[in-house]
Structure formats: C-alpha cells, structure tokens
C-alpha cells in the first residue's frame, strides 16, 4: 500500500467516523427530547 492509498483510506474512515457522530448528537437529541404529558384531571376508573 503507498501513501496515497494510506491517506485515501483514512480520509474516508475519518468521514464515516463523523457521519456516526452526527447519528449519535442526532439520536441523543431525539433522547431527551422526549417528554410526557402531564395532567391534572382524575381518570374515571368505573365504566
């Protein structure tokens, strides 16, 4: 392998290593993002 293919191949492992975290930011974004709806009204439990 010379330097020129050396260099090719980390420049593109360097790419995917971005691209993976980008997925990460993305999905702890969408993480804890996440809420539930609270609220103050009784449920009516007889039907």
């Known amino acids: ?3 020129k293919e050396y260099l090719k ?3 593109y492992l360097d ?3 971005n691209s993976k975290r980008e997925q990460v930011e993305s999905l702890n ?3 804890t993002k996440a809420t539930s ?3 103050d009204m009784q449920k ?3 039907r």
């Open 1 to 3: 392998m010379d330097a």
């Open 9 to 11: 191949q980390a420049f």
């Open 15 to 17: 790419k995917r290593i």
């Open 29 to 31: 974004a969408l993480a």
């Open 37 to 39: 709806t609270l609220s």
């Open 44 to 46: 009516n439990s007889k």
